[in-house]
Nanobody, 126 residues
């Protein structure tokens, strides 16, 4: 059973960094593609980054490309999101999600991920 728990959120000044972690207590993460999404107040939940389960291919939204890095440690059943050069526009609740193998580049779609964590708040002050 997939049970995702995010950690690492908090308050940081603009230009700072945070690293989010997502652990799967069900120990199924190594066989799942993983994604990070975020939701700001009054906005739709949006795709941030994803990593495939097999070849470790990584994908990013245009808004975070070059600043955020997704990685995974299958031995620790954990996925990370390293966030650098944060701006107030990055303020949101960040969600980890686990899903199936990507098909035809659908890594950005919430439909790929049936399992979600509870979210962790990231607040970037100006």
């Amino acid at each position: 059973q997939v049970q995702l728990v995010e950690s690492g959120g908090g308050l940081v000044q603009a230009g700072g960094s945070l690293r989010l972690s997502c652990a799967d207590s069900g120990r199924t993460l190594s066989s799942r593609s993983m994604g990070w999404f975020r939701q700001a107040p009054g906005k739709e939940r949006e795709f941030v980054a994803a990593i495939s389960w097999n070849f470790g291919g990584t994908y990013y939204s245009d808004s975070v490309k070059g600043r955020f890095t997704i990685s995974r440690d299958n031995a620790k059943n954990t996925v990370y999101l390293q966030m650098n050069s944060l701006t107030p526009e990055d303020t949101a609740v960040y969600y980890c999600a686990a899903g199936r193998a990507f098909e035809s580049g659908d890594y950005y779609s919430r439909n790929v991920y049936p399992h979600w964590g509870q979210g962790t708040q990231v607040t970037v002050s100006s």
